[in-house]
């Protein structure tokens, strides 16, 4: 089966089971025997290393498991709508994000029902993300907050550290935000992410705009946090930052 870019396929299958034997294709828990899985031009090998550098996790077979499982088709959904339109201007993208609030709906139902928080957070993170997109601020606010609180509560302190990143950038949104608040949240962030993602080179960007004199640092390093996505297809969103960085 092929889907051509901008472009949903529904697989109906004949019952649960088949549906979930699908499922655990489409995010790397198997194999098929015969050709090969493409998202966008990638080979599925180089998705699923895309959906470990996200911080997504292989679920297993309890509730916790369909949460995480859920999260991971998200991850997917974001990744294509970000390609399309980091900003989420584009109309399929519009309907990518809202496909992902959805299933993000059933996941924290789930994460809630398996009492697991690490999957709560995750998924309001994510849940943020897509109602940023899709211009809902105030619900985008909320979920980053209840996010933020917690990943705190379950002493995930990248997790928490991506969340600053994102309070930041909605202060640079704001008309006449105070600059030593978006500061002070970026350098919170800093020495708990990762050295390579998004969140990394994003912090990075908006520090080296920030900070005049340590800028030349912040943007080799944000390049730097970039270099996983060398040589392959990569979404909009991380061509985007890598043009920004390289302007500084």
Not at 82 to 102: I, K, M, V
Not at 193 to 199: D, E, I
Request: aromatic fraction near 4%; charge should be negative; charged fraction near 25%.
């Amino acid at each position: 089966m092929t889907v051509d870019s901008g472009h949903t396929a529904v697989v109906v299958a004949a019952d649960c089971a088949e549906a979930d034997a699908f499922t655990d294709i489409l995010i790397g828990l198997e194999m098929p025997e015969n050709g090969e899985i493409r998202l966008d031009g990638d080979e599925f090998t180089a998705v699923e290393s895309a959906l470990v550098r996200y911080g997504q996790a292989l679920s297993g077979g309890d509730l916790a498991g369909h949460s995480l499982r859920l999260i991971n088709v998200v991850a997917l959904l974001l990744r294509k709508g970000q390609t399309l339109d980091g900003d989420g201007r584009d109309s399929e993208a519009q309907h990518l994000y809202t496909d992902a609030r959805n299933v993000l709906f059933e996941s924290l139902r789930l994460a809630a029902e398996a009492g697991d928080d690490g999957a709560a957070a995750h998924a309001r993170e994510l849940l943020a993300l897509a109602q940023h997109y899709l211009g809902r601020g105030f619900d985008a606010a909320d979920n980053l907050e209840e996010a933020e609180r917690l990943y705190a509560k379950t002493a995930d302190e990248i997790g928490r550290a991506r969340c600053l990143v994102q309070r930041a950038g909605v202060l640079l949104d704001k008309p006449g935000h105070p600059p030593e608040e978006v500061v002070a949240l970026l350098e919170e962030a800093e020495p708990r992410l990762p050295p390579a993602g998004v969140s990394t080179a994003l912090a990075h960007l908006h520090l080296a705009r920030l900070r005049a004199g340590s800028a030349a640092e912040h943007r080799a390093a944000g390049l730097a946090a970039l270099s996983p996505w060398d040589g392959i297809a990569e979404p909009r969103q991380v061509r985007e930052l890598r043009e920004r960085l390289s302007e500084l």
